[in-house]
């Protein structure tokens, strides 16, 4: 279930708590910097570099001798085993921000971005010590996973001198899973299936525009007190607050007001480029919408262009407009 | 390997060798345990499901891991990796393959950057930079 706005507002104003603070004492690695570690980590990257792997060509390169993959920074401090049971009893900040979100649905978590700076090779024997903050907590995002909010933590490694030796900042998404067919689809096995168009979220003022939609019609909200015309559809009329609202069947022929190509970035489960547009329909309304079935360069503002409903293979309807013959 | 390239004969808009990497479970799983994240959705599918994914997916060390070995594959052993920078798109997941690309957007003062894309089956699971000092003078 959805929170309601009072408990957003309670959910978030805990959230803000958590922002600029320790996730807790600084940690210790497990294991100093060592060999074994090392060999694995290649083993899995598939890399072959002698400076992590060949003491003899090591030693004749600029490192002077074995150093560990700089890339490595942050797994000699992981938790490790631990954290395969979950945070059902967390032990540090960071955790309980986590199961904050978890116990709120926000269960889903997913690694979005890392910058690493490191300011030394680390070689074996050294000991590595992570101090971590809780940076910045976004606003509720919509992604294609499904809402959630970032987390920003930034930390830094120092060693046995309490040198520094790198910096890291990590952000995660947490997140409401969104139902996902197509995650069924490839139970089976074998290659992952494409996910499919980012769904529109749907309620209580728009969830019938998209029900008509998949009747096969294109609707427009019509006041049946004045008469106005509405789009997007919306809970009140804007010209006489009348909340006795119907809609009529639009004719889909309408001129493109105004476009744009969008080239970059590419989203999965998208055709690109796609060439977004504001159209006017005839009906005196204006809907953002797709124009499909000519190269983008063809496309210019006043284009006469036609409404058709598209069906996705996963069965999802949409209106979309093309150019009128 | 063979021997490192130098800083002086590299020059911006110089494209990478490319690498295709076949991905398994046992890259997927080995990178997360050789990392020590035992987070579930890096090593049980069921796990992975629950959360609306199809399979397990790379964790985001394997993926910078990958990213780091890319670049010095091509530099050499007496590169220094500096930093790196990911973005993380379509996750990487057993059965798809992740093609790796590279261009040098900058080089100044024996210090190099390249841009790295991995691309799998859904679309670029990883953007990311990486900074590297190469050797310079004979």
């Known amino acids: 279930m959805p929170l309601t706005p009072e408990q957003k507002k309670e959910l978030e104003a805990q959230l803000e708590t958590f922002v600029g603070k320790p996730i807790g004492p600084a940690k210790a690695g497990r294991d100093a910097v060592n060999e074994p570690m090392i060999r694995s980590w290649c083993d899995a990257m598939g890399d072959a570099n002698p400076a992590y792997l060949d003491p003899a060509a090591a030693k004749d390169s600029v490192h002077g001798g074995i150093v560990a993959p700089p890339a490595m920074l942050q797994a000699w401090t992981m938790i490790g085993w631990d954290m395969h049971r979950g945070y059902d009893e967390p032990t540090n900040e960071e955790q309980r921000l986590h199961k904050l979100l978890t116990d709120n649905g926000y269960t889903g978590v997913v690694g979005t971005n890392t910058a690493q700076g490191y300011t030394r090779y680390l070689r074996p024997g050294d000991t590595v010590t992570a101090e971590t903050v809780i940076e910045s907590i976004s606003e509720e995002k919509a992604t294609a996973l499904g809402i959630g909010y970032f987390i920003v933590t930034r930390t830094t490694f120092s060693d046995q001198d309490a040198e520094e030796v790198g910096w890291m900042t990590f952000r995660v998404l947490k997140y409401i899973p969104a139902q996902q067919p197509q995650a069924a689809a490839s139970d089976a096995g074998g290659a992952p299936a494409v996910p499919g168009r980012i769904r529109p979220p749907m309620g209580h003022d728009n969830a019938w525009w998209w029900n008509a939609v998949a009747d096969g019609i294109l609707p427009i909200q019509t006041c049946n007190a004045c008469g106005a015309h509405h789009h997007p559809p919306r809970p009140m009329c804007g010209e006489c607050r009348s909340m006795d609202l119907g809609f009529i069947e639009s004719t889909g022929q309408g001129t493109v007001h105004t476009f744009t190509v969008i080239r970059h970035p590419q989203f999965p489960g998208y055709d690109f480029p796609i060439l977004a547009a504001l159209i006017d329909l005839e009906e005196g309304v204006r809907i953002v919408s797709n124009v499909v079935g000519c190269d983008p360069g063809d496309v210019h503002i006043g284009m006469a262009v036609e409404a058709f409903i598209h069906e996705d293979e996963d069965g999802f309807k949409l209106p979309l407009f093309r150019p009128v013959k | ?112 950057e390249v841009e790295v894309v991995g691309k799998n089956g859904w679309g670029n699971h990883v953007e990311g930079t990486v900074t590297v000092d190469l050797p310079t003078g004979a």
Request: hydrophobic share 40%; charged share 20%.
């Open chain 2, 1 to 112: 390997m063979s021997a490192s390239i130098r800083f002086d004969d590299v020059k911006v808009g110089q494209e990478l060798p490319p690498l295709d990497v076949p991905l398994t479970a046992a890259i997927v799983v080995g990178g997360a345990i050789a990392s020590r994240d035992y987070t579930p959705v890096h090593h049980d599918r069921g796990a992975a499901q629950a959360q609306g994914l199809s399979d397990v997916i790379m964790n985001i060390l394997t993926t910078n891991g990958y990213v780091s070995r890319y670049v010095t594959d091509w530099a050499g052993p007496d590169a220094r990796v500096r930093g790196l920078e990911v973005k993380l798109g379509a996750p990487n997941m057993p059965g798809d393959t992740m093609k790796m690309t590279g261009r040098v957007t900058s080089a100044e003062n024996g210090s190099v």
